[in-house]
């Protein structure tokens, strides 16, 4: 049966069909029509109330918003399955005063909303943390690599992978379809993103197809765009989206070869895309592994905002298994719980502790 024709979805197509000839340029101008857009249709922000056990007791949080990865926290909150106790809607306007009271309220906004409410007592992070590598051109780019990096870099000579740069349309195509879309949705699960076809091709029009080969077959590929002197990958995928390359090191050959390839180009950064916010993300921890600083990314459309009236024991048990990567004036610095002794990560300006019944609008140095 024929799907019934919709202007909506046709005009939508139209769009993508002309903005993914765009010239990178154009991005700046994009985002910005698009927050403004955001702004003009801003909605109520429907809210949920969770109770549950923590790591340090009966907890309670509130989320407000959809989607992303709000999942992702709500999870790392709680220690078991939380029971959710309804919700509502509330005005952005109205955040954060009107928010339910709770250890802790997360509201996810487009980043044009968030910004506007600083000097409110909250605390704003991008749901994205990007991380980036100076590229060395005589071959240091991994000098500040962990040991488990190192060893990485080791596998991938040993297996054999090698790698070709392609920009053949007809590659993109069968690799959006066959590895990029089943990847996405195969790993990440409810926290995948798929981005749209038009999206991902205008990237690799602007760059290429970085394909890890071994015994001849491709077993694992990524889209890479070029932007001044820097190479972002982003899109990884493997055929089927089979896990199998990914415990060989095929992703590590990835990264490997992207910085022979940026070094061939006399590209001088090699980023390597977006994380989740927190030290304890594991994707944020494999790419610092490789010697990455962390940077804001100008592609991240959303951030999510904290607030807390009374810093409380739930709290503080989260902050300390879950530092946060915040925004800190026109940077970027830690949030941790009070006691955190580490140094900051590379990229982060400084860290910010919560002490026992401090408000989120009361972070001390």
């Known amino acids: 049966m024929s799907q019934a024709f919709s202007p909506l979805a046709a005009a939508r197509t139209l769009a993508w069909r002309a903005i993914e000839r765009l010239p990178p340029e154009a991005d700046a101008v994009l985002r910005g029509a698009r927050g403004l857009a955001d702004a003009a249709l801003s909605r109520p922000l429907p809210l949920r109330l969770l109770e549950g056990e923590t790591g340090a007791g009966a907890g309670r949080l509130v989320l407000g918003g ?142 290429g197809l970085l394909e890890v080969r071994q015994d001849g077959r491709v077993v694992a590929a990524q889209v890479f765009q070029i932007m001044g002197g820097t190479i972002e990958m982003l899109g990884p995928g493997t055929q089927g989206g089979d896990p199998e390359p990914v415990r060989q090191g095929a992703f590590s ?46 592609e991240t459309d959303h951030d999510l905002v904290f607030f807390w009236k009374a810093a409380s024991p739930p709290l503080l048990a989260f902050l300390r298994a879950h530092p946060l990567v915040v925004r800190d004036g026109k940077g970027l610095s830690l949030l941790a719980a009070e006691g955190y002794a580490e140094p900051p990560p590379a990229g982060l300006d400084r860290i910010l502790t919560v002490a026992p019944g401090a408000a989120s609008g009361d972070l001390t140095l």
């Open 253 to 298: 050959a990835l990264y490997v070869f992207a910085e022979a390839y940026a070094r061939r180009r006399g590209l001088r950064r090699l980023d390597f895309g977006g994380s989740l916010p927190t030290l304890s993300d594991g994707v944020l921890k494999h790419k610092r592994g490789w010697g990455a600083f962390l940077v804001d990314r100008a």
């Open 66 to 207: 959809r989607g992303g990865s709000l999942g992702y926290f709500a999870s790392r909150f709680f220690s078991g399955d939380p029971l959710d106790t309804g919700g509502g809607r509330i005005a952005r306007r109205d955040v954060p005063e009107r928010l339910p009271g709770a250890d802790l309220a997360i509201c996810r906004l487009k980043r044009r909303a968030a910004f506007g409410l600083e000097g409110r007592g909250v605390v704003r992070a991008p749901e994205a943390v990007g991380a980036h590598l100076a590229v060395d051109p005589d071959g240091g780019s991994f000098a500040g690599a962990n040991a488990t990096a190192r060893r990485n870099i080791r596998q991938v000579e040993k297996r054999g992978f090698t790698w070709t740069a392609s920009h053949d349309p007809a590659a993109f195509e069968r690799f959006y379809d066959a590895m990029y879309v089943p990847f996405a949705k195969a790993r990440y699960g409810e926290l995948s993103f798929v981005r749209r076809r038009e999206a991902l091709r205008r990237r690799f029009r602007q760059g």
